[in-house]
């Protein structure tokens, strides 16, 4: 059974940066994508970045575009989000998911594992 375990979460002022981090129990290389999602109280858990295999392709929500970094290593069978410029609308669980085939989409149905989620909280 793959696990993902998130970590990196926590409390920032608006404009600030957080590093996100989503290890996993098993080689992910072999998974192909890998990708986040946050989920804010209230509301529906909403893409915000995937990855592909290799590192090559990535893809991002328009509310993080530019302001977000998804990186993986698949050596150390690690996959990174990094925030920056973080606004208050960016409050949420942040969860990591892992895709068994070429998706990398934002559709959070066509990934199979997901992590238990760390909590982004960034004040006004």
């Known amino acids: 059974q793959v696990q993902l375990v998130e970590s990196g979460g926590g409390l920032v002022q608006a404009g600030g940066s957080l590093r996100l981090s989503c290890a996993a129990t098993?080689?992910?290389?072999?998974?192909?994508?890998m990708a986040w999602f946050r989920q804010a109280p209230g509301k529906e858990r909403e893409f915000v970045a995937s990855i592909n295999w290799n590192g090559g392709s990535t893809n991002y929500a328009d509310s993080v575009k530019g302001r977000s970094t998804i990186s993986r290593d698949n050596a150390k069978n690690t996959v990174a989000l990094q925030m920056n410029s973080l606004k208050p609308d960016d409050t949420a669980v942040y969860y990591c998911?892992?895709?068994?085939?070429?998706?990398?989409?934002?559709?959070?149905?066509?990934?199979?594992?997901w992590g238990q989620g760390t909590q982004v909280t960034v004040s006004s």
């Open positions: 998911a892992a895709a068994s085939g070429l998706y990398m989409g934002s559709s959070p149905e066509q990934y199979v594992y």
């Open positions: 098993a080689r992910i290389s072999a998974w192909y994508p």
